[in-house]
């Protein structure tokens, strides 16, 4: 009988040791009841922590599975006064749009979600929203290494909807939406210097989709990035932009579309390669190329350079369904501007312009010039562009050492029918409109 019993209690023993090294090394899940964020176990089921405050509560969780798992967000919104920190080796994860951060109008330093120095952190399937001055920053990946941010929307940050900077390296921005962002909505930024995962580590950005707001995809002083198959829709500063010292960035199957600016700019940035993209209908040039080095420009579609957008909200009605462009005679004595496909400017060098089609459908101006190189660049190549449509000419080259070779063009009349003294015009009243019924998600 002794015998028995201590059995049943070394048994018993062993049995609460075993879950209690199960609770500890548990992922976690948070819900909301009765006015509380509480966070349970999702082995033992158990709740671990509760709170009022929905920030306290997501950092207890995160920190608490630092050594590894994940956190589920079920739906709802949770308002957040304080910046959520992300250790290494956690997934933070959402129910979709349904899980909503939301920075308070009080919050602590308008950056929602920071990871910084962590290791393999990731951020999925989630949203984060903002409407007023102090959302800054939606998420941003701080001196991080292979850490991913996929599947998220992003919504009215004041200044970028997901920063990836200081020597970040190895990371993913994959398949995020980010719309209404005050400076720009995907930033990679001070990835130049070399970091504890080497010198000049590549990062990717793919398939993300950023709309509204100023830019789209900047990057400044990024080096070694790849961004691939995405897309920029109806902002009003440039689609992309490559500057301060964004060396060998590669740019490829994306596209812009009805950009109030010029579509894409490259400033004193080296080694790139812009290839096999679609940079269409933008009110400004196609491709600026400023200061570049050693570049690679091929294979491109650059339409609608100089479209001008004569939509008057205070005369125009808001069509949303059916047959809606705007198309409309500029007043009598207005000015109208023209622009280049590829404006190739101070101290340009060493650049492969190939392979482009260059055009304007007759419903916008005619370029000025499908290319025009001014003479401060140097031996640049510019061959085998096919451009169609232009007030000037096809191309001006004023480059010294610049060869312009067999190149084929017609400038009088676009290809496809004639040319219009009417011009299409994009009404972003739409965008605006769907990008507020987001917000009040």
């Known amino acids: 009988m002794f015998l028995k019993s201590f059995l049943l209690i070394v048994h018993l023993l062993w049995m609460s040791e075993a879950v209690f090294a199960i609770t500890t090394l548990q992922s976690y899940e948070i819900y909301q009841r009765d006015d509380q964020y509480r966070v349970r176990g999702r082995v033992d089921l ?10 306290r509560a997501i950092q207890y969780a995160l920190d608490t599975i630092s050594s590894g798992g994940e956190l589920y967000l079920h739906s709802g919104t949770y308002l957040l006064r304080r910046q959520i920190t992300l250790p290494s080796y956690v997934t933070l994860r959402g129910s979709g749009s349904g899980s909503v951060l939301q920075p308070s109008e009080d919050h602590d330093t308008g950056t929602v979600l920071l990871g910084r120095d962590a290791n393999r952190t990731i951020i999925s399937d989630l949203s984060i929203r903002g409407d007023h001055a102090r959302a800054k920053v939606g998420i941003q990946l701080d001196h991080c290494g292979d850490c991913q941010v996929e599947d998220v929307l992003v919504v009215g940050m004041q200044q970028h909807g997901i920063v990836l900077s200081d020597d970040s390296f190895l990371c993913e921005i994959r398949g995020a939406k980010v719309a209404d962002s005050g400076v720009s909505g995907i930033l990679l930024k001070e990835l130049d210097r070399g970091g504890r995962g080497g010198d000049y580590v590549p990062n990717l950005v793919t398939n993300c989709i950023v709309y509204g707001g100023q830019k789209g995809i900047e990057c400044d002083k990024a080096l070694v990035a790849n961004i691939v198959g995405c897309q920029v829709y109806q902002t009003e500063g440039y689609g992309f932009h490559l500057h301060n010292g964004s060396n060998s960035v590669l740019l490829s199957g994306c596209r812009t579309y009805q950009i109030s600016n010029d579509a894409v700019v490259v400033e004193s940035s080296h080694e790139i390669n812009i290839s096999s993209n679609i940079f269409c209908w933008h009110t400004g040039h196609g491709l600026v190329l400023r200061n570049a080095l050693w570049g690679t420009i091929t294979g491109n579609n650059i339409i609608d350079n100089g479209s001008i957008n004569l939509a008057n909200p205070q005369e125009d009605s808001l069509i949303v369904t059916g047959d809606r462009p705007f198309i409309k005679a500029p007043k009598e004595g207005q000015e109208i501007s023209h622009y280049h496909g590829i404006l190739i400017e101070n101290e340009s060098k060493g650049l492969t312009i190939s392979s482009n089609a260059i055009f304007n459908w007759p419903v ?11 003479s401060t660049c140097f031996s640049n190549l510019i061959t085998a562009n096919n451009i169609n449509f232009c007030q000037e000419g096809d191309i001006l080259s004023r480059g010294d050492s610049t060869q312009v070779i067999g190149n084929v063009s017609y400038v009088a009349e676009p290809h496809y029918s004639k040319a219009s003294k009417k011009y299409q015009s994009f009404d972003t009243r739409l965008l605006d409109q769907f990008i507020e019924e987001l917000k009040k998600f």
Do not use: L
Not at 46 to 55: L, R, T
Not at 364 to 374: K, S
């Open 364 to 374: 916008v101006p005619a370029m000025q010039y499908g290319i025009y190189e001014d």
């Open 46 to 55: 158990q709740e671990h922590f509760a709170s009022p405050e929905a920030d």
